[in-house]
């Protein structure tokens, strides 16, 4: 095995950029992780069912994602079953269970992400 080398002049930009950061960056608060707490947008979600094929078995993940706020979503696996049909079953009336609103008038769509596709 072959040792790494990091050249001088490289390190003392390391150096210097982490001594830096430590003066520019700050400390996070307890508040930065209210989020994790504060379930009050969970009313106001659009259940999405994504099932996925993972070590031989079908998952289902239901995706929590705020109407208005898209970025703000949960991710949750629910359960696992062998088959594809069972799964996809079973997603649909756990996604029904979950939903606040059961018409499904909640929805989310990709454009609403703002992403740049190119």
Known sequence: MKNFHLDPVAYDELLNLMNNQHFTDKPGEQSDMDFLSDDWWLRDTAVIENIVRRDGMWEIHLVFAHYQEPQK??????????????????????RRLAAKDQRGTLTVKLDDFGLCAS
């Open 73 to 94: 979503l949960i991710k949750r696996v629910i359960s696992r079953y062998p088959s594809k049909k069972k799964a996809e079953l079973s997603a649909w009336y756990m």
